[in-house]
């Protein structure tokens, strides 16, 4: 009985799979004949119920505010924009299930996110069988841009990138002994081993690295190995809280005078000083250096600063949402990315909108970053020179950074 | 020198969490799953009652005591009690379990994802000893577990209650037939170890700041020090929660940070192994004391 | 004092005690004989609220007791000495003796309790320090009754004193009985021991796999030889 039953679930699945592949293949040639669509179905999947829901949020934010702005100019290529929304709470399963209904019942042409790295990771095959063209805005994990993804296109900074960035930074301003911090989760192995090698490629042996366990509780150990190593600058790939304590126990062994803390992007969470203590000072984040404010400015660049007037007059100040500007402003230029990619190929051709954003990036005007760097060989867009070493605990307007001195 | 200090804080209130799990399985043989959801709702009432209500210190505390207590009787009340026969029935697992996840996600939305800064007592004042910075918290965290441990003992040992509980741990029926309330005692019980929970839980949140997550980064190590000082062995749990602290100590200064607790654990394991009763249980301590012929 | 009427216990779906019915009248002693499984234990654990009858009525002193909890029935003056006496071995005898006392709040009544206690059982007042668990089976046996006494009991039920005695202490056990009995308080007692049980009972009950086939005076049982083979093996 058992056997039998096996097999005729095995042939329900076999022939589930059957009729999966005829749809995609037909909708392969739906795409290359529709040159001149009557509507474009943008997919837009993010966290926004949950413990990350305010990166889903403004992801959503920035893509609705895009869309309005577009649909109100006459579409692209004359068609209406349509966002098909959906929320998967950071879990990758439901982001799977998602994707799979965007791309099989709801017929998305692109897709913006998944918000968070895992459900991003856990999505990322079907869309590329599909040759959903995908924007990522928001996620960072280093690996969710590699050869077998060719449809996607990352507009943050990877992780790669910005440890890259976080090692230049050190190597630039010729601190002599520079330390490694990570946890030991994947994310902080990650970062670890990105950081490595970037140290590497600068030529820079690290005096230390210093690994611990994620939400551990005491940091003593921690703040006693950067000690011993005598390191002037400590490098954090760590998430807020446990940096935050290794800035307390860094003080209590009275080393945090004589050392310079810089970290990714993890390490920013709103009470950070509460949590640190007075020693949070030495710390800098690096961040984005559009969205960043020069010392002793209020304003940001004019083009970046109108941009930011109009999400606060759609979305109001910063203490009336929960989400953050900058990452708005990711989710608002993954669609005119897209629009204008669109536009450039003048059809909605998954390869030939991506060949676009290979081959001519250098032509879009963008607001996120200051330009992005897609190639044929890399399909990371943010250019590791625009990360800047901000100041970790005071913001302007509650959320932009400002400019490290 | 620093680090011992550290570790024996900590391990102090390790001890008192395994306390706590250790006054309930001596009386029902249960391992209350939820205890670690009782130690982080013990930190984040405390938490907000300081700086929400701006109460000092010790009300704060107590409140977050009394209202520990109600929880972790209501918890008894009906997660355990309505099971009827803890002997013959093993769904306590699921239903502690389910009360620490209702809970967990209570204290999300009542008190958000981040974590949050606690206070030290006395501001985290340090004093020098010897050219090592104490925190006087940390001499508080190990004084008030001794404190409450010593206490713990002399109530068992010489009081009528104590009687009465060890009584229930050691044959519950002969102990209904002297007219002994067993579940009364076992509400009891669960009612200390939830004071206990509040207390250790207020006392380490300033150093793992207060947050939901509690419940698995420091919950886990209740477990673990319980498990190596014996389960239901309310003196071992000290030995547990001490000896704890000390090989995360040590074990943080000699191995990449990442392996500290795989090494714990792997301890615990073979204490398990080697000394399924715990530490205490070792030859060396037993003397010449009878076996305990437990039924 | 004490009446069971049509009472039928039970195991989850096995009956193992089968529509019982006996009484115990105020200053009696009483014996249920009975061989090993026939259901000896299970009646008397009912009758103290350990466990619940499936049908019928008990009541003591004209109250009906079927529903009620271990300690309301102590604190109406019922109280077993339990089958192996069940000594807390890790309590010392003192303690245990107090715990006997559990429910008495008052300090005065406990200290002059205690204190017959210890005229009438001396081994206990020399050992009171010592664990529970190293006394002699002789001495648990009277540990456990001086527990019992605690409370002072209106009626004392006893689960096979004998059990694992040597016999010159089996004889000692039931002549405190006896002296326990004739300073006012029934005595319900089960045994397999029949012999020395039914020289110093008023009426006994005989109990075979769940019922009772035969009821007589102690004396009368214990005369019949047929009925004692028959029902209670060798005596």
Redesign the interface.
């Known amino acids: 009985m058992k056997r039998k039953s096996a097999i005729s679930v095995s042939s329900i699945i076999l022939s589930l799979t059957l009729l999966f592949t005829g749809c995609s293949s037909s909708d392969d040639t739906a795409k290359e004949a529709s040159s001149k669509p009557k509507e474009i179905v943008i997919g837009n999947i993010g966290a926004m119920t949950g413990?990350s829901a305010t990166l889903g949020k403004a992801q959503s934010q920035g893509v609705d505010l895009a869309v309005k702005e577009i649909n109100a100019d006459g579409g692209i290529l004359d068609a209406k924009v349509k966002v098909v929304s959906r929320d998967d709470g950071a879990d990758p399963t439901k982001s799977k299930t998602f994707v799979e209904e965007l791309v099989d019942k709801e017929k998305v042409d692109f897709m913006v996110g998944p918000t968070n790295s895992t459900p991003a990771a856990a999505s990322m095959a079907y869309l590329q069988q599909n040759k959903i063209v995908s924007i990522l805005p928001i996620a960072t994990s280093t690996q969710l841009i590699n050869p077998n993804n060719p449809y996607a296109f990352r507009l943050i900074a990877s992780n790669a990138i910005q440890a890259e960035a976080i090692v230049k930074l050190a190597v630039e301003e010729k601190y002599k002994k520079i330390v490694l911090v990570a946890?030991?989760s994947a994310l902080g192995t990650d970062g670890m081993s990105v950081m490595k090698e970037s140290m590497k490629k600068y030529g820079v042996t690290p005096a230390a690295t210093?690994?611990?366990?994620a939400?551990?509780?005491?940091m003593?150990?921690?703040a006693?190995k950067i000690k011993d190593a005598k390191a002037d600058v400590a490098l954090f790939w760590t998430l807020?809280?446990d940096g935050?304590?290794i800035v307390r126990s860094l003080e209590?062994?009275?080393y945090i005078n004589d050392l310079d803390i810089i970290g990714y992007t993890g390490l920013v969470?709103?009470?950070f000083k509460?949590?640190a203590g007075p020693g949070a000072d030495k710390v800098t984040v690096v961040s984005a250096g559009s969205w960043a404010l020069e010392p002793g400015k209020t304003e940001l660049a004019p083009k970046y600063w109108e941009i930011y007037q109009k999400l606060i007059a759609e979305y109001g100040e910063k203490d009336k949402r929960d989400t953050s500007a900058s990452i708005i402003a990711s989710g608002y230029d993954a669609v005119y990315l897209l629009k204008w990619a669109i536009e450039k190929a003048g059809t909605t051709d998954s390869e030939k909108v991506k060949q676009v954003l290979e081959t001519d990036i250098q032509e879009f005007d963008s607001i996120y970053a200051n330009h992005y760097e897609f190639s044929k060989k890399s399909h990371e867009g943010f250019p590791v020179s625009d990360l800047v070493k901000s100041k970790m605990d005071d913001m302007a307007y509650g959320e932009l950074y400002k400019k490290a001195e | 020198m620093q680090e011992i200090v550290t570790a024996l804080a900590n391990g102090s209130i390790y001890a008192l969490m395994a306390l706590a799990i250790g006054i309930i399985y001596s009386t029902t043989q249960i391992i209350n799953f939820a205890h670690g959801s009782v130690i982080m709702i013990g930190a984040m009432t405390s938490y907000w009652l300081l700086s929400i209500f701006h109460m000092n210190y010790f009300t704060a505390i107590l409140l977050a005591v009394l209202i520990n207590i109600i929880l972790s009787m209501v918890i008894y009340k009906v997660s355990v009690e309505k099971l009827g026969d803890l002997t013959q029935n093993s769904s306590w697992i699921v239903t502690l379990f389910g009360a620490g996840i209702i809970l967990d996600n209570t204290a999300r939305i009542l008190f958000g994802t981040e974590p949050k800064a606690y206070p030290f007592l006395f501001d985290g004042h340090v004093i020098s000893i010897f050219g090592t910075k104490i925190m006087i918290h940390e001499m508080m965290m190990i004084l008030v577990a001794v404190i409450i441990g010593v206490l713990y003992q002399i109530v068992i040992q010489k009081t009528n209650f104590g009687r009465a509980v060890r009584a229930v741990s050691f044959r519950p029926d002969t102990a209904r037939i002297m007219g002994i309330r067993s579940n009364r005692i076992v509400l009891m019980c669960f009612a200390i170890s939830g004071a206990v929970a509040a207390i250790s839980g207020a006392l380490i949140a300033p150093i793992t700041f207060a947050s939901y997550t509690m419940t698995y980064s420091v919950g886990i190590k209740a477990f673990a020090a319980a498990l190596i000082g014996g389960l239901g062995n309310t003196k071992g749990a000290f030995i547990g929660g001490i000896s704890l602290g000390l090989i995360e100590g040590i074990a943080s200064m000699i191995v990449p940070g990442g392996l500290k607790d795989a090494i714990s654990f792997l301890i615990m394991i073979i204490v398990i192994i080697v000394l399924p009763g715990g530490i205490l249980s070792a030859k060396l301590f037993t003397k010449g004391e009878l076996k305990t012929e437990k039924i | 004092m004490l009446q069971v009427e049509n009472v039928t216990i039970g195991y989850g779906k096995t009956e193992v005690v089968h529509n019982i019915s006996f009484h115990v009248k105020k200053g009696e002693i009483i014996t249920i004989l009975g061989a090993n499984g026939a259901g000896k234990s299970t009646i008397l654990n009912t009758i103290v609220g350990l466990h619940q009858a499936k049908e019928g009525s008990i009541r003591f002193q004209d109250k009906e007791i079927s529903k009620a909890r271990p300690d309301q029935l102590v604190q109406n003056g019922m109280r077993l000495v339990p089958e192996g006496r069940q000594i807390f071995p890790q309590h010392t005898v003192m303690e245990n003796i107090l715990l006997g006392a559990y429910i008495e709040k008052n300090a005065k009544k406990i200290h002059s309790r205690l204190h017959s206690i210890f005229e009438r059982f001396p081994r206990l007042e020399e050992r009171k320090n010592q664990m529970g668990g190293t006394l002699s089976g002789g001495e648990q046996q009277m540990l456990a009754i001086a527990r019992a006494l605690m409370t002072e009991p209106s009626l004392l039920i006893l689960d096979e004193p004998s059990l694992g005695l040597a016999p010159i202490i089996v004889g000692e056990v039931f002549a405190l009985l006896k002296q326990i009995s004739s300073s006012g308080v029934t005595v319900l007692l089960v045994e397999q021991m029949a012999n020395s049980a039914l020289k110093i009972s008023d009426r006994a009950y005989v109990l075979e796999t769940g019922r009772i086939v035969l009821e007589g005076r102690g004396e009368e049982i214990r005369n019949n030889a047929d009925i004692a083979k028959a029902y209670l093996g060798n005596v």
């Open positions: 413990s946890d030991t210093v690994t611990y366990k939400d551990d509780a005491d003593t150990p921690v006693e807020g809280a935050a304590k209590r062994i009275d969470m709103p009470n509460e949590l």
